[in-house]
């Protein structure tokens, strides 16, 4: 007997055994027991810790994160951008432990569906094949006999119609083959996906003039490059010697002068070499981006004027704005009379509790994104007015009593001239500026006009700024006798004026106390007339630029008037319930013109229409509060511009009712000219000047 099986008899009896003393005492227990208990015990490793009870019971919270342990922390990798090696802070985290690609397809899924279905028709197939050839056999059977028979009494010829039987029942024991369905493919195919259309792609080409090409060519001998040599010997030389004589703050500040200049050229070497082309690309960009603007400005005519007898629209265009402006009002508009795209925007404000920096900027149209020139001053610009035979010549006037020339053609932020305490600035703001004539040294001379009632004539004579009081204003009738009986007079506030388009000694002033003076450059002392024009300080006066007799005022009174400068009443009166900001004049005809109110509108008038209200009266700035400063009629283009009290300028199409020409007649031309226009006014001023005598 095998050891194995005696150790299984002996475990057996030895159970029994236990089984009848636990039957016969339930409290005895046999020796396989401890046996039993024995081999239950837990074996302890050798080196177990041996812990009590409470440790046993204590918790260890462990957290399982989603970080990999194994991942690198420490990978480095190159960067082209800096040229060195960088430590990479984001490390993949993520590690795969198993991946299979599979092939098996979920039986609910359509793809499942479809191949049940067509398991489905090649098993009932191969049943209907076998269901035939058992059918054929037992045929073939019953037919066995009748054939013998028949070969017995004659052997003739199968007849035509046995053959085709048979061709019939060969084709039904054929089995029929299933129709082959084309698999698609698992991997990229999609079930009820949708394709959208796509248009055909199309080639837009423009062809451009080439731009002008000119071939250089030069030789360089010895001669040449030594006298280079030798002239920047000599400019070395002379810089030696300056500084020789210099004091010593002034050479330290002449060495940080030239490390800027130096600097600034270092920079400035490869921009300036394509300014020029950086922006034309920069204006065909904003061609682009503004192209429905642009299209409405050279195209675009408001149909509905056709349905509307005497009134116009105006259309917003571009609007123009910087952010180091932003906070500034625009208190001067004046277009370029040589490059009619272009515009200068004075920045400062009429607030004088709110006084800081003032702005010169000069927009083109062309881009309307960003200035073409930005000039920036300590104080605030009130006015300005560019040369007409110079157009690179800005004056300004400022809240601080000086005025300045500004040479676009030198572009740096300081003036080119400006005026001082020593050299007769105003006390006051100066509130308009007047570019005139040359004299008779041919001097470039410019007038201004300030609140401490004083009208200057300014000549350029030798880079510096002479100046000549023309005029003092004096308020009529209010000398007061001080001490000792001396007569003192009070000066009147200059705010506005406007010279003669023919008689050039003679001018206009318009004042605080809401008079207009008529002057003369010739006599300093006097006033060739007075006019009550407002009962507010007048904002702007202007002459008509085709009728030489016609001006125009304008006063916070929110009153427009228009004057025939040979009487003392005027012409027309306009309320235009607003306090008004700035008239202008239309340079396409003498009876249109605009004005501006502090509530947002923009008025419109054509006398020759309606001489009794604006053919066009219209909100222009977003916001009720925005106030609008000014405005200025294009030279050419139907346009005009105009800025508020938040820095930014907005461009308006006029619509063609608002600047409609004489219709033309059968067989007669139509007449143009300075002299229809000074006509057609002079017609309006004669029906009032009628009416006048009789009231």
Not at 23 to 28: I, M
Not at 188 to 203: G, I
Not at 274 to 301: C, G, H, L, P, S
Request: proline share 5%; net charge negative.
């Amino acid at each position: 007997m095998s050891p194995k099986l005696q150790h299984r008899r002996q475990s057996n009896t030895v159970s029994r055994g236990t089984r009848k003393r636990d039957e016969d005492s339930g409290t005895e227990v046999g020796e396989g027991a401890d046996e039993w208990a024995q081999s239950k015990a837990a074996v302890r490793p050798p080196d177990q810790l041996e812990l009590t009870d409470a440790e046993l019971k204590e918790e260890f919270t462990r957290i399982l994160t989603a970080n990999n342990p194994h991942a690198p922390q420490n990978i480095v990798r190159y960067s082209f951008k800096e040229g060195t090696y960088k430590l990479i802070g984001f490390v993949n985290q993520l590690a795969v432990h198993y991946s299979h690609v599979g092939n098996l397809i979920p039986k609910d899924s359509d793809e499942g569906r479809r191949q049940h279905y067509r398991d489905e028709l090649v098993a009932g197939s191969q049943e209907s094949a076998k269901v035939v050839i058992s059918e054929t056999e037992i045929l073939e059977e019953d037919e066995e006999p009748k054939d013998a028979e028949a070969e017995a009494g004659s052997q003739t010829d199968i007849p035509a119609a046995e053959a085709a039987e048979k061709v019939t029942e060969e084709e039904l024991m054929a089995p029929k083959q299933p129709r082959e369905r084309k698999l698609t493919n698992q991997f990229n195919f999609s079930e009820r996906a949708s394709q959208t259309f796509n248009n055909p792609l199309r080639d837009r080409e423009c062809q451009m003039e080439p731009p002008p090409r000119t071939n250089f060519s030069a030789t360089a001998n010895q001669w040449e490059i030594y006298d280079a040599y030798v002239e920047e010997l000599k400019k070395q030389e002379k810089t030696k010697e300056k500084e020789k004589t210099k004091t010593p703050v002034a050479k330290k500040m002449g060495k940080m002068a030239m490390r800027k200049m130096t600097s600034m050229e270092s920079q400035s070497d490869d921009i300036t070499k394509v300014t020029q082309a950086a922006k034309i690309v920069e204006r065909m960009v904003n061609q682009n981006t503004y192209d429905d603007v642009a299209q409405d400005f050279k195209y675009y005519e408001d149909a509905a004027d056709e349905y509307r007898d005497q009134e116009g629209t105006l259309l917003p265009l571009w609007k123009f704005q910087n952010d180091k402006a932003k906070r500034l009002a625009v208190t001067a508009l004046c277009w370029n009379p040589k490059y009619k795209d272009l515009f200068a925007v004075g920045h400062g404000s009429y607030d004088f509790m709110k006084q800081s920096r003032g702005m010169l900027l000069l927009y083109s149209m062309k881009n309307p994104s960003f200035p073409e020139y930005i000039f920036s001053s300590d104080s605030g610009i009130m006015c300005l007015d560019m040369h007409v035979d110079h157009p690179y010549l800005v004056v300004v006037g400022h809240y601080d009593g000086n005025v300045a020339i500004y040479n676009l053609k030198k572009p740096h932020s300081q003036p080119a001239f400006r005026s001082s305490a020593k050299s007769g600035k105003h006390t006051d703001p100066v509130w308009q500026v007047k570019w005139q004539k040359d004299d008779m040294d041919n001097n470039l001379n410019f007038f201004s006009v300030s609140s401490d009632g004083r009208i200057v004539s300014w000549t350029l004579v030798k880079s510096e700024l002479v100046h000549t009081d023309v005029i003092k204003l004096k308020v009529e009738s209010s000398s007061t006798e001080g001490l000792e009986g001396l007569q003192l007079h009070t000066m009147g506030c200059g705010t506005a004026f406007d010279f003669h388009k023919e008689i050039d000694y003679m001018f206009l002033v318009g004042t605080e106390e809401g008079k207009i003076y008529k002057c003369s450059k010739s006599y300093s002392s006097q006033f060739l007339d007075t006019y009550d024009a407002h009962n507010m300080a007048v904002d702007a006066v202007s002459w008509n630029p085709y009728h030489t007799k016609v001006f125009m005022s304008c006063s916070s009174d929110w009153t427009v008037k228009i004057w025939d400068h040979t009487i003392k009443t005027p012409m027309f009166i306009y309320d235009l319930n607003s306090a008004v900001g700035d008239v202008a004049w239309a340079p396409y005809s003498s009876t249109v013109f605009a004005a501006v109110t502090t509530n947002g509108k923009t008025h419109v008038f054509d006398l020759s229409i309606n001489k009794y209200e604006a053919i066009c009266n219209q909100p222009v700035v977003a916001k009720k509060k925005n106030k609008i400063t000014h405005v200025q009629f294009n030279p050419i283009h139907p346009i005009i511009i105009v800025g508020d009290d938040r820095g930014h300028v907005t461009c308006l199409k006029l619509s063609p009712n608002l600047r409609k020409m004489p219709k033309e007649k059968k067989g007669q031309e139509v007449q143009k000219g300075p002299a229809v226009e000074i006509a057609k006014l002079d017609k309006l001023l004669n029906l009032v000047r009628e009416v006048k005598p009789k009231v």
